[in-house]
């Protein structure tokens, strides 16, 4: 615990430097301090707190389960701090930490994944939603007629993509652009998926977490590990791959989609 809030404070102090630095001719208007600041000493050290306890309250938020009590942690901070006699020593709190953490994590991901079980095992049963011998779910929204991509093969598509809760973390249909990549180089769900489609059909994908981005998520936390997807995918063309090659992805790098950075297949559930 003592490495971890001394990291943060060099963090902290690092930033505000950075900072600083950023803006050189910018006039920074310091307020006067209260009346038990009656040093450099006094103030530096009541400046240091601020920095660590904003970036740690930020930081404290990300433990799983999201429940702390903020006055034991700054009496143990305190106490530690200070060296003063503690209610239990550093071995059996650093061994505790660590369990906790562990258990609590487990419970979050049972939940998580539960709550992808829970819909799955309920959608299956929609009329118009059809169930491969991977687990995957899809439902035809526009059907047509004609060949179908292999896995070698390039695809040219438009989509959209949303978690269980209707948030939507992608849309080439927004973008305004279309998306042209190699079957086999996106999330197994899709690789799958679209070799089910025709040219002009749109498909409703319902994507379990093993064959998505699987334990870790994706997109910087915008899809969250273990999260079923969906995805609505409207085929415009097959590409063979040595047609393909030379124009993979045509759209802007910083517009590429979320769903073709995943190279490799995800883990599979045990």
């Given at each position: 615990?003592?490495?971890?809030?001394?990291?943060?404070?060099?963090?902290?102090?690092?930033?505000?430097?950075?900072?600083?630095?950023?803006?050189?001719?910018?006039?920074?208007?310091?307020?006067?301090?209260?009346?038990?600041?009656?040093?450099?000493?006094?103030?530096?050290?009541?400046?240091?707190?601020?920095?660590?306890?904003?970036?740690?309250?930020?930081?404290?938020?990300?433990?799983?389960?999201?429940?702390?009590?903020?006055?034991?942690?700054?009496?143990?901070?305190?106490?530690?701090?200070?060296?003063?006699?503690?209610?239990?020593?550093?071995?059996?709190?650093?061994?505790?930490?660590?369990?906790?953490?562990?258990?609590?994590?487990?419970?979050?991901?049972?939940?998580?994944?539960?709550?992808?079980?829970?819909?799955?095992?309920?959608?299956?049963?929609?009329?118009?939603?059809?169930?491969?011998?991977?687990?995957?779910?899809?439902?035809?929204?526009?059907?047509?007629?004609?060949?179908?991509?292999?896995?070698?093969?390039?695809?040219?598509?438009?989509?959209?993509?949303?978690?269980?809760?209707?948030?939507?973390?992608?849309?080439?249909?927004?973008?305004?652009?279309?998306?042209?990549?190699?079957?086999?180089?996106?999330?197994?769900?899709?690789?799958?998926?679209?070799?089910?489609?025709?040219?002009?059909?749109?498909?409703?994908?319902?994507?379990?977490?093993?064959?998505?981005?699987?334990?870790?998520?994706?997109?910087?936390?915008?899809?969250?590990?273990?999260?079923?997807?969906?995805?609505?995918?409207?085929?415009?063309?097959?590409?063979?791959?040595?047609?393909?090659?030379?124009?993979?992805?045509?759209?802007?790098?910083?517009?590429?989609?979320i769903v073709v950075k995943k190279t490799t297949p995800a883990k599979k559930?045990?």
């Amino acid at each position: 615990m003592k490495k971890t809030v001394l990291i943060l404070a060099a963090v902290s102090l690092v930033f505000v430097s950075a900072e600083a630095k950023k803006k050189p001719k910018e006039v920074i208007k310091v307020t006067a301090p209260v009346n038990v600041l009656t040093n450099d000493v006094d103030s530096m050290s009541y400046a240091l707190g601020l920095n660590v306890g904003s970036d740690f309250g930020k930081n404290i938020k990300q433990i799983p389960g999201g429940k702390s009590n903020i006055d034991l942690l700054i009496k143990g901070f305190s106490t530690a701090m200070k060296g003063d006699s503690a209610l239990m020593t550093a071995e059996f709190a650093a061994e505790f930490f660590k369990n906790y953490i562990t258990a609590a994590q487990e419970k979050d991901t049972d939940a998580k994944k539960g709550d992808g079980e829970k819909f799955l095992s309920e959608n299956k049963n929609k009329v118009g939603v059809q169930t491969t011998a991977t687990g995957l779910q899809y439902e035809i929204l526009t059907p047509a007629e004609g060949p179908k991509p292999a896995a070698t093969d390039s695809v040219k598509v438009h989509y959209q993509g949303y978690l269980l809760d209707g948030t939507k973390f992608d849309s080439s249909v927004d973008r305004g652009e279309p998306i042209v990549f190699p079957l086999n180089q996106v999330i197994p769900g899709w690789t799958e998926g679209v070799q089910l489609m025709s040219v002009g059909s749109k498909y409703k994908l319902f994507v379990p977490y093993n064959l998505g981005y699987g334990e870790k998520g994706a997109g910087n936390g915008a899809i969250p590990g273990f999260a079923t997807l969906i995805f609505e995918v409207e085929l415009l063309e097959i590409k063979p791959l040595k047609e393909a090659a030379p124009d993979a992805v045509e759209v802007k790098p910083t517009a590429t989609p979320i769903v073709v950075k995943k190279t490799t297949p995800a883990k599979k559930a045990k």
